[in-house]
DNA sequence: ACAAAAGTGTTTTTTATACACCCATGC
DNA sequence: GCATGGGTGTATAAAAAACACTTTTGT
């Protein structure tokens, strides 16, 4: 009854709802944050607690077009990288499943998504809204949905070393500082040298001088620079480090 | 009607059986021969087509269980590695849904497994029986399972090169020319300088020299290595690489 | 003039790559 | 004694890491 390694061949086939969780960053550069989005539950179970936003996968859906729509229902916006993460499933972990050994169980199939912050606006009716939340300072959420945080905020990290999505989510032209800033945020502060991460970006080759500078302030004004598909479809299947 | 951008609010929540596909590998370190197991199905859909063993999720069961369970109705075997792998889900992508919009739905989680070969008995009882089969030389499979296929392989290439899942597939005590067989044999043939590699490996530090001795036929006898958990786990959040 | 921000260069250490060569055994 | 598989060493190139310094702006 309930028992996790009752795996008997009498048992019968599973009935599943599926859920899609998103783990959706973003990196707020003007501050340095990095936020998450969370969703206030108004209902059981776990009401008023956060969660990670998410929706039942309908009829005729698939996973992916659950998780943009997820997306759009919350936040509008153009910039994004999205990507599936991870599968939860045991029983047990969605409190609605019935105690009924025959009652249907809840899977959590996640996905992780980066999009622009300055591109994004939260969309105000609708409920429950969501919230940007820091990502350091992020409450005890509703299911498993801090494991499902950490796995996402692990995947984050491991992708800034070895893609390029940074760049999907920073504007169409950005300095140097602004990319390393981004980098800075998500990984913390001593990943890496400025000068020695300039350095080895630059000689990637993907990265192109518009000629336009920018003057932020006192100091001398930054070049702009923009990511450059082409040149970057090149290297694509070489192993890369931004580190 | 079945069209998958239909994601209008009205649609009801999908019903799902959850499958659990396994991409099970091993290398046959005897002849360098890298197998994937696959099993012959009996019956529509797609009946005669080899498919990756797999199963529905039972009441009760963990995707994890179910995963373990596949491979024990399918294979003896002790030692061997084994993690999630990715969730394809798409309405359509098994045709024993209804056309019905109300239909059903099947959603394949996968697991990627890797087992000893010299360890693993094939279950000779049971029905489908399953078959090892050359990963060079594989079959168009059932469902999408080419698809899954491939995932596997990439997974299984990338994991070699930064985790040390090798070790938990090769024998207690092993030379490093088996290492780097095994090596050669998942990776292909100019991964790298045997010489490099050997270097590489011994200086990580988790390598320990037993002492023994194994001759086989004519030259040197070759150095027996043990595989020191404890000298990892020191290493393990490093960036390591096995390349 | 000087602080602030951007950008360049240099030095040292470590790692990767490509080899050449020595060692121990069976036949 | 020589072919065979095992093992060591070296020389060069490339990359990572640390850090000093110059340039260009605003105030």
């Known amino acids: 009854m309930g028992n996790h390694n009752l795996t008997s061949i009498e048992q019968p086939i599973a009935e599943f709802k599926v859920g899609v969780d998103n783990v959706i960053f ?10 998450i989005l969370l969703v206030k539950r108004k209902k059981a179970p776990f009401a008023n607690f956060f969660s990670l936003p998410g929706t039942l996968v309908k009829a005729g859906e698939s996973l992916e077009d659950a998780a943009y ?13 999205l990507e599936q993460l991870y599968t939860f499933g045991e029983p047990g972990r969605d409190p609605r499943e019935n105690q009924d ?6 899977l959590s199939v996640s996905y992780f998504a980066l999009v622009r912050y300055e591109d994004t606006h939260l969309i105000t009716k609708g409920n429950p809204q969501a919230v940007w939340h820091l990502l350091n300072d992020s409450p ?10 950490d796995y996402g905020y692990q995947r984050l990290k491991n992708k800034l070393e070895y893609s390029p999505i940074a760049f999907k989510v920073l504007p169409e032209v950005f300095t140097l500082n ?3 800033q981004f980098y800075t945020t998500v990984l913390g502060e001593n990943f890496s040298d400025y000068s020695n991460f300039r350095a080895r970006l630059l000689k990637l080759g993907f990265l192109t001088d ?22 970057f479809a090149v290297l694509q299947d070489k192993p890369l480090v931004f580190i």
Not at 26 to 35: A, F, G, K, M, P
Not at 101 to 106: K, L, Q, S, T, V
């Open 26 to 35: 973003s990196v707020d550069t003007q501050q340095n944050r990095l936020l």
């Open 69 to 81: 729509r997820i997306l759009s229902e919350k936040i509008e916006v153009d910039n994004l990288y």
């Open 101 to 106: 050994i025959f009652g249907e169980r809840y």
């Open 140 to 149: 005890k959420l509703a299911f498993d949905h801090n494991r499902i945080l």
């Open 178 to 180: 602004d990319l390393y």
């Open 210 to 231: 518009t000629g336009l500078k920018v003057s932020r302030g006192a100091g001398r004004p930054a070049a702009l620079y923009r990511f450059d598909e082409e040149a």
